[in-house]
């Protein structure tokens, strides 16, 4: 977070888009209002702080030195936006590419290591018929909007099964945002007979668990 000072009073600035404000609660609310958490900001873990912030690892080390990070809290927000430079954002890399199925004749573009395991371990597992990619829209409401919601995958299995699923590490699953299209996906779901799924690191351990297991039998 930054401090402007003008004319000796107290500026605080939004370090996503400029807009200032007069007290530190009017720049909380409006991060939290107008920015996507995950995306935009991550809340400081502490309770008893609760600050948006970009990088939890910078905001303990200069406002909670003696506190330690907990376990499986996102650190980092996934773009940054700088609106006092002509490059407006930038965002975070991670591992991306293209996996070639020869089960569905087709590629698939993936955004991090975690989607090209899962598209690996698919592709082998017998009781997978066809996986496809963002392949339907979901609408669902956030912050009095109506928004669209795609799913990262949607997998058929030889007994007819057709599960929905999202591939998200935990620290992820607890954005309000994802949350709410999730519950949209359930619902959904059940109206027309699948399941919906968060694949977190557990349900990454369980697939590739199961591609092992078939190999053994």
């Not at 912050?143 to 699923?165: A, T």
Request: glycine share 4%.
């Amino acid at each position: 977070m930054w401090k402007i000072y003008q004319k000796d009073k107290r500026k605080w600035t939004c370090f996503v888009c400029g807009v200032e404000h007069e007290t530190y609660e009017e720049f909380k609310n409006h991060i939290i209002t107008e920015h996507e958490e995950g995306q935009d900001y991550i809340k400081c873990p502490l309770h008893r702080c609760d600050a948006p912030v970009r990088d939890v690892r910078a905001h303990f080390k200069r406002y909670h030195p003696n506190d330690k990070i907990p376990k499986n809290c996102p650190l980092k927000a996934l773009v940054w936006r700088d609106y006092r430079t002509k490059k407006r954002h930038k965002t975070v890399k991670f591992n991306d590419g293209y996996f070639m199925s020869i089960k569905n004749n087709s590629r698939f573009f993936y955004r991090s290591g975690w989607e090209l395991e899962t598209y690996e371990g698919l592709e082998q597992l017998n009781e997978v018929v066809s996986f496809k990619a963002e392949a339907i829209k979901i609408p669902y409401f956030y912050k009095g909007r109506q928004r669209n919601y795609i799913p990262d995958l949607v997998v058929q299995f030889n007994d007819g099964r057709i599960e929905i699923w999202e591939i998200k590490p935990t620290n992820q699953t607890i954005f309000e945002k994802n949350k709410a299209k999730w519950a949209a996906a359930k619902v959904y779901c059940e109206a027309r007979g699948w399941k919906f799924i968060v694949q977190t690191e557990k349900g990454m351990r369980e697939l590739q668990f199961r591609v092992r297991k078939q190999g053994l039998q």
